[in-house]
DNA sequence: TTGACATATTCCGTTATCGGAATATATTGC
DNA sequence: GCAATATATTCCGATAACGGAATATGTCAA
């Protein structure tokens, strides 16, 4: 058996660098796809296809203004990503906790030299 | 030209809902190889594979215990992930408060009826 | 040393994914 | 309708990723 499909979830259509540039200058507000493919020095194709599995997972949203697509950030499905690294606060305060007191303790032995 | 390697960075290597089972094991607190094949349903070596991703970005690290390797979950490995959505903070609150702003206007007009 | 146990690696077949190029599908203005 | 502009889709070749099976490596205990 091989692997599934993988672009249907937000872990994964987060997962390409260019995706996130692109959900990166759409987090400054509502941009039509050449507008995108120009900032980012990305061909057309390549946006809008980007765009599309964005689309799929909830990412973007699209609306037309003449024979632009306006696409817009839909931030609240970053949802699952936050809540899955919410999980980790916990053991990663620890660590913050633990790193602090390693610091405190090479403060002790620097000031008792 | 092709696409280059992916499993190389963080957001990567968490996009896999497998890896993100172990992490999730991990969270508990450190443990071996087989334990992890056990409590998850996955073959050793899948879970072996999936480690080493994992190892290679630094998310877990390894010791050794006898003829068995303990994996430790290495939290603060996470904070690219966390960074970049905190870029995402201001988008999502405004939402969260024109949300707000959406749900008061409601209460207003089912009181007024 | 040998055998049992624990983990890592390699090999393999299948499939998903990416980027580029070409093409199809709007939509507008004349 | 026709040309121009804007976007989407399709086709392609290359490659990376996954799971399974077999095997290699390492470690303990008798």
Known sequence: MARSSTTSDVFNAVAEASRREILDALNEGEKAVGAIATDLSMSQPQVSKHLRVLSEVGLVS????????????????????????????????????????????????????
Chains 1, 2 share one sequence.
């Open 62 to 113: 699209r609306r037309a203004d003449g024979r632009r697509r306006l696409y817009r950030l839909e931030p609240e499905r970053l949802r699952p990503l936050h809540e899955w690294l919410a999980g980790y606060e916990q053991a990663w305060n620890d660590r913050l906790d633990r790193m602090d007191d390693y610091l405190q303790e090479l403060q002790r032995q620097g000031e008792s030299q």
